[in-house]
């Protein structure tokens, strides 16, 4: 009975002092498996060879940057860019394959923009998800 007081006396005082237990690490990884999804689950599909320039679009709260992947085709990977309509010129060459890779980084909620892109090798195909 005394160590169950004394295991009570201390887990009194340790709440009282302000100390808290972790939160288990999956609620830590289900919260950035909701974040994530909401932002890549926004994402719109388009198919290289359509259109010069992906766009034009306009960011959302749904991310904090501008993602883009690979989903089909033969390209091994797309080198992409983004636009701003402010400025009319690219941010930087990135080369994006079938993992998401950001391509502008905070970026404002409302930004306009378009996706010039280009392929590994002339005439291959690739479909691509971006995430904005």
Known sequence: MTARFARA???????????????????????????ATSCYGGAVT???????????????????????????????????CVKFEKTGV??????VGWSWTTIATDVL???KFTVPNG?????SSATIQIAF
Request: aromatic share 8%; net charge negative; hydrophobic share 45%.
């Open 9 to 35: 006396s201390l887990v009194a005082l340790l709440v009282a002092l302000g100390f808290t237990a972790p939160a288990p690490a999956s609620a830590a990884t289900a919260a950035n498996a909701t974040a």
């Open 46 to 80: 388009v198919h290289y060879g359509e259109v010069l320039d992906f766009g034009p679009y306009r960011t959302t709260s749904r991310c904090a940057d501008i993602n883009m992947r690979v989903v089909g085709g033969d390209a091994e990977y797309v080198v992409a």
């Open 90 to 95: 690219c941010n930087r060459w990135t080369k």
């Open 109 to 111: 909620d409302g930004t």
């Open 119 to 123: 392929v590994d090798l002339e005439g």
